[in-house]
């Protein structure tokens, strides 16, 4: 007497399967154009990062590059602009982060950040504010030499992209 379980394989089972595999391939070919699509254009990836020679900006100015679409500044600090930043306690920060944690070590002296405010995007106006560092025209918040937000209506510091330095004077960003 034959069970359930002793039951062969028959032609309808090969059928289910067969389909079944046909069906998820192409699912899986309709769906990758969509998936691919997502992915960043050539032209974004092209300008990923960018390689910037830093050896132009003389100490206490600084410069506005593109990275991505967006304004970059590079500031080259003075000494005292480092020591003024760094002489700020952390707890008078609406966003506190220190200044060590904005810069590379051994670099210092170069402040790299995107030149967007935090708040609506707008371009802040460099050496301006009531703390020599940069000043939002557009709402009037005041960022000091470090880029950190001190007073207005930004949320929080000015964004610090990835970077590193390539060579004693190129600094890569991205």
């Known amino acids: 007497m034959a069970t359930a379980s002793e039951s062969k394989a028959t032609r309808r089972d090969f059928l289910y ?5 046909v069906g998820a ?5 309709a769906a990758w154009p969509l998936i691919h699509q997502l992915n960043p254009d050539a032209s974004v990836l092209a300008l990923a990062s960018i390689r910037f020679d830093v050896s132009s900006v003389a100490e206490g100015s600084s410069v506005t590059i593109l ?3 967006l304004p970059v500044f590079v500031r080259h600090r003075t000494a005292a602009e480092i020591e003024e930043a760094r002489a700020v306690p952390l707890s008078d920060l609406k ?3 220190s200044d060590e944690e904005r810069v590379l070590e051994g670099h210092e002296e170069w402040l790299i950040m995107v030149a967007n405010c935090t708040h609506l995007g707008c371009v802040p106006v460099g050496e301006s504010g009531d703390f020599d560092g ?3 025209p557009c709402h009037g918040s005041h960022y000091d030499t470090s880029g950190r937000i001190r007073r207005g209506p930004a949320p929080a510091n000015l964004v610090v992209p990835p970077y590193q330095f390539v060579s004693d ?5 991205g």
């Open 134 to 136: 940069w000043f939002c």
């Open 169 to 173: 004077t190129v600094v890569e960003i």
């Open 95 to 97: 966003d506190p982060e």
């Open 17 to 21: 399967i067969a389909t079944g595999a």
């Open 67 to 69: 990275w991505r679409g």
């Open 25 to 29: 391939v192409g699912v899986a070919g």
